[in-house]
Every structure is written in C-alpha cells, then in structure tokens.
C-alpha cells in the first residue's frame, strides 16, 4: 500500500511543547509572587551609641632609660706632717649641694674648702706674692662677703679675708715665717692650695662620700661630685618626635613612679641598631625633677607627651556627620531623630571630643550612620 504522509502531527508537537512552557512560567511567577506577598518587610533597627564625659588626647608614648649624670672626683693632698689620708668629718652628705665657699669635708685634720673654679691654683702663697692667681683669689673672697680689694697683690687685707674664711668654717688659717713688710706685727697668714678643692661650673651635688675614718686611698678621693643631673633619654621615631618638641611637657612613668617633666634636648636623626633593638630616629632628652625619687640609672621607664587633658563630652568618631562644613551628631529620641550642630574639640583612638552645647548630655543616644 501507499503511505500517507502525516505532517499535521508535527503541528500537533510544537504547540502541545509551546503550551507547556507556558504553563511552567505562568506557574513560576505566581508562586514567586506569593511568596513574596507572605513575607514581611525587613524592619531596620537604629544603631546608635552613648554620650561619655572622657578625656580626649592624641599622646605618643616612647620608651627610655634614666642616664646616670657626669660627676667629677674631689681629691685630698697629703701636706707637711701628714702621713696619710683619713676622712675626719664629713658635714656633707650624699643628695647635699656644693657650692663656693663651703666646707665639703675634713681631712686628716685639715678642712677642704670650696673654692671657685677660676682661680688658679698651683702654688701656696705668703705675704707679698703677687700675681693673677691672687687678683683671682682675692675677688672670690669679695664675692664671699669679705672686705677685700684686687689688688694681686698678698696684702694685710687678703690674709684678713682668708682668715675669716677658715674661722667661719671653724678653722685656724694656716701662717708662715713670712711677714707683710708693711705692718710686721699682723699674722702671717698663707694660703695652702691643699686646703682648698674646686667643683667644675662651681656648683654640683654629692652623689658619693667616703664614710667618717676612712682611709683615702692613693688618689685622695674624698667624693664624686655630681655636675650634671641624671637624664632620661628615649628614643624617638622620626613621626613620634614631631610630639616632643623642646620645652613641651611630658609625663615619665616607671612601675608606680609618675612625674610631670620637661623635654630638654632633641638630638639629630641616627641609625638605628637591629642587633640591639635600637630602631632609627632622634635620642629625646627629658629632665628629672628635683626632688624626685624611685628613678635610679639604668632604670626603663616611659615617657608620655603632652599633659592629661580634661574631661569634656565625647561620642565615638564615627557618630560625627558633615553637611556644608559643618559637624552634628543626630540625637536619638523618643519622638525621633534630632539634628545638633557640635564642635569637634580633638579627636584620638576614635573618639571626638565635643564643646559643651545644649542639647546634648552625659548618657544621650547619638546614631550611627
């Protein structure tokens, strides 16, 4: 038989699959549209932080070590009839000032007597003798009060002087076999070199002594003198440094010691030593109050710039919104949200400190973008 061709069936095919395509995405966008009418709208929940009274300060913190300060040794000779050296008394005491014109100590019987550091001494001097080291001695002895001219000259006045310095120090002065020509009858008094002992800058501090009966040894010391203050010196990064200005305050702290100081030097840029965890930078110097004790050399410490600011309102950095310049935080109500115009005071670890202003207070909420 002949076959009949069914063409339509193909016809049939395609609308009966078009059909079904149809259906499935009719049917796909009602159950999209129903679940989405089911769900809820997603509530948003204001964020929001709390005002604080705080201190607010940007401070570089830096460590250092206190460094033990220059000190200079003041020695006893031995003189004619002393066969050695023995500390007999000791009116000055370690952490006591020296200065022109006391008595440090006592030696073999013999006072040590300060004398200014521009006087030059090499020589004993007798009735007479003249010279720039007596013009000298002379105008320290009129700096100490006595009646005396610069004459360089050894004179009656001068022995007179002197010997009202050793008595004031409870001394009898030293006399020699020389006599003034001028007035045979008064004392001839000396001047003997070994009775005095000079400071470097004329001033210092007792950093040590030798106990009462001690034996010097052979180089006579009697005492370290200290010249120039112990030191606290830090080492700063070059960023770091631009806080430690000089003459800026700083606070030194070391285990419960705090003090309140002064930046006193800053040094120029050095390398840095990764052997010896010495990082690159600018040495700090801060000085150490007077008076300050539980700082010793050698001691770690930290030192802190800048002073401890006072409190004043403050609110995270982050609550601080700008429109046309100007800075507000929006406070949290009950009725809603409020616009306050503040001013930012400082800003440091993420807070801003603001000026006090009406509206706001201790314990309101701001938002948070």
């Known amino acids: ?12 095919a395609g609308v009966v699959a078009l059909s079904g395509m149809f259906a499935a995405y009719w049917a796909g966008s009602q159950a999209a549209s129903m679940a989405t009418s089911t769900q809820d709208t997603p509530e948003v929940i204001p964020v ?133 020509a001028s007035n045979k009858s008064a004392p001839a008094v000396m001047f003997r070199w ?17 106990a009462t009966g001690a034996v ?39 285990g419960t010691v705090s003090v309140n100081t002064l930046v006193t030097a800053a040094g120029a840029f050095t390398e840095g030593d990764s052997g010896n965890n010495v990082v690159p930078g600018m040495d700090i110097t801060f000085s150490i109050p007077s008076g300050t004790v539980g700082l010793a050399p050698g001691q770690s410490v930290t030192a802190t710039s800048g002073s401890v600011p006072a409190q004043s309102l403050a609110v995270p950095l982050i609550a601080i919104r700008q429109e046309s310049g100007i800075a507000y935080v929006q406070l949290g109500t009950e009725e809603g949200s409020k616009r306050i115009d503040v001013t930012v005071t400082a800003q440091a670890e993420g807070w801003a400190a603001l000026a006090d202003v009406q509206g706001i207070a201790v314990g309101d909420k701001v938002l948070l973008p």
């Open 48 to 180: 929001s932080a709390t005002i604080e009274r705080r201190a607010v300060a940007q401070q570089v913190t830096v460590a250092g070590k206190v460094v033990a300060g220059k000190t200079s040794p003041v020695t006893a000779s031995l003189s004619d009839g002393i066969d050695r050296l023995v500390l007999t008394s000791t009116p000055k005491a370690v952490g006591d000032s020296v200065a022109p014109g006391e008595l440090l100590a006592v030696v073999s019987g013999r006072p040590l007597l300060v004398m200014p550091a521009n006087v030059p001494m090499y020589r004993d001097l007798v009735a007479g003798d003249s010279g720039p080291d007596v013009r000298a001695l002379q105008e320290s002895l009129a700096g100490f009060g006595f009646a005396v001219k610069a004459t360089g000259i050894f004179d009656q006045q001068t022995q007179d002087a002197l010997e009202a310095w050793y008595k004031a120090a409870g001394f009898s002065a030293p006399t020699s076999s020389n006599v003034d």
């Open 216 to 254: 010097l040894a052979e180089d006579g010391v009697v005492a370290q003198i200290s010249i120039a203050e112990d030191t606290i010196v830090a080492r700063a990064t070059v960023l770091q440094a631009g806080s430690f200005a000089v003459g800026s305050s700083v606070t030194v702290r070391a």
């Open 1 to 12: 038989m002949k076959r009949v061709p069914r063409w339509w069936l193909v016809v049939v």
């Open 194 to 210: 070994r009775d005095f002992v000079q400071v470097p800058g004329d001033t210092g501090r007792v950093a040590s002594i030798a």
